[in-house]
């Protein structure tokens, strides 16, 4: 199938959920997250790529894979491409793909007896998003939850920084930060935030129990009252005049610490 500048609906589709204005599908975008997406068994909507692309060999052998789970699939010249694109330079090719099932239901079903959860509230800058679901999945996390005012982890930004995590690993959206620490006491999931004036070092805590960690905001942290309502508080220890690590950084730290603690590593 070729697209041309005159089949608005497809075009007008991708843009659509390209720009957040469609929540039932994903953008996904390159060569390695196209990959990522049909390898981790997403349900593939519609497949577009350049016909320069299609000429290399690892992508002529993933379009012929992704044309046996697709029925739209569909070349288009790199001028078109680039008005379709999310990035400056475009990266040759872009699988539209159903949402993860990302609600409460689905998320509390995938969870095991004993879950090492990660609980992203306020989190505005979606590189941090995908930073954090990336890391979380390489530290054997088993669900991440994000709160309203978190940046959406299926946005194209935040999918690039995650590279295939988010396709993967069950995820709760858009939970009242006071529901989900409620939630996660009524599962007896200890809730651990992560405060650079916390009362305990973050190797002073037991993490091998259920446990969920908490980050907050890149600019101000968790707010007293939020700290207040979870389990425990901990910090990280930090040399010279560094106030604050950066979230994903830090989230990174202390997951790993959990793995450590849970014989993962």
Known sequence: MK????????????RAVRDGRDDESIYVEGLRLCEEALFSNLKIEAVIYSEELARKQRAATLLEKLGKTSRKIAAVSEKLLASISYTKT?????????????????????????????????????VNVGAILR?????????????VNTSNPFSAKALRGAMGSAFRL?????????????????????????????????????WRVPCALVVGPESSGLSAGEIALAKEAVRIPMRGSVESLNVAVAAGILLYEAARQQGQN
Request: hydrophobic share 40%; aromatic share 6%.
């Open 3 to 14: 697209v041309t500048s005159r089949d608005n609906s497809l075009l007008r589709r991708v």
């Open 90 to 126: 475009p990266q040759g090719m872009i699988v539209l793909a159903k949402r993860p099932a990302n609600d409460q239901k689905n998320f509390k079903a995938r969870q095991p007896a004993a879950p090492l959860l990660v609980i992203m509230h306020g989190i505005n800058n979606p």
């Open 170 to 206: 069950p995820i709760w959206i858009g939970g009242n930060y006071g529901d989900i620490i409620a939630w996660c006491a009524r599962r007896r999931i200890r809730t651990i935030c992560a405060d650079a004036n916390g009362s305990k070092g973050y190797t002073e805590i037991d």
């Open 135 to 147: 890391t979380s999945e390489a530290a054997g996390v088993t669900g991440v939850i994000t709160t």
